[in-house]
T-cell receptor, first 114, second 113 residues
Framework: AQSVTQLGSHVSVSEGALVLLRCNYS??????LFWYVQYPNQGLQLLLKYTSAATLVKGINGFEAEFKKSETSFHLTKPSAHMSDAAEYFC????????????FGAGTRLTVKP | EAQVTQNPRYLITVTGKKLTVTCSQNMNHEYMSWYRQDPGLGLRQIYYSMNVEVTDKGDVPEGYKVSRKEKRNFPLILESPSPNQTSLYFCASSLDRVSDTQYFGPGTRLTVL
């Protein structure tokens, strides 16, 4: 069975500081990996995804993530936090070519302090 | 505008009263799915559909039904809702594979008393 662990249900950073949201997965086969962002009262929006191409993936809003197979990790980073980054972030993994096998992490709520 | 719509956005009901949450997409997507989101659990897939008349169970299908009679619509049916189905529900759609982006609806917050 595959699963996703997001370390830290809440992360707080100051505006302009580095954002690091951690995600580890367990999968018996090479996975497809995703980061989604959820703003209050909205649905999820795709930030970026890894689908077996380059291991360093760049997404929207200045976020990027690196797939590290040896560490089974897919951490999300952004060099400089902005107030508008405050949201909940979900890491997800799929073993399938389709979305029928998606597993989501529990989520990390990011707070950005002025 | 490309979008996934859900109705209603908010619903309070009582145990045992049948309800339907509608989902519609205007992107001609093959794949649609329903998730529920609960605090500390992330999103869990309820049902999915690979195409018209093709549906299958996700991880938490008990107490739910779906149908896919048209490509654009994928309603979620709760025949006899119970309090443990109080949750935030999301419909999502994608063209086909994980290389395509999955788009989410705005969510339906359901409370079952």
């Amino acid at each position: 069975a595959q699963s996703v662990t997001q370390l830290g249900s809440h992360v707080s950073v100051s505006e302009g500081a580095l954002v690091l949201l951690r995600c580890n997965y367990s999968s018996s086969v090479p996975p497809y990996l995703f980061w989604y962002v959820q703003y209050p009262n909205q649905g999820l929006q795709l930030l970026l995804k890894y689908t077996s191409a380059a291991t360093l993936v760049k997404g929207i809003n200045g976020f990027e993530a690196e797939f590290k197979k040896s560490e089974t990790s897919f951490h999300l980073t952004k060099p400089s936090a902005h107030m508008s980054d405050a949201a909940e972030y979900f890491c997800a993994v799929s073993r399938s070519l389709f979305y029928n096998d998606m597993r989501f992490g529990a989520g990390t709520r990011l707070t950005v302090k002025p | 505008e490309a979008q996934v719509t859900q109705n209603p956005r908010y619903l309070i009901t009582v145990t045992g009263k049948k309800l339907t949450v509608t989902c519609s997409q205007n992107m001609n997507h093959e794949y649609m799915s329903w998730y529920r989101q609960d605090p500390g659990l992330g999103l869990r897939q309820i049902y999915y559909s690979m195409n018209v008349e093709v549906t299958d169970k996700g991880d938490v299908p008990e107490g739910y039904k779906v149908s896919r009679k048209e490509k654009r619509n994928f309603p979620l049916i709760l025949e006899s809702p119970s309090p443990n189905q109080t949750s935030l529900y999301f419909c999502a759609s994608s063209l086909d594979r994980v290389s395509d982006t999955q788009y989410f609806g705005p969510g339906t917050r359901l409370t079952v008393l």
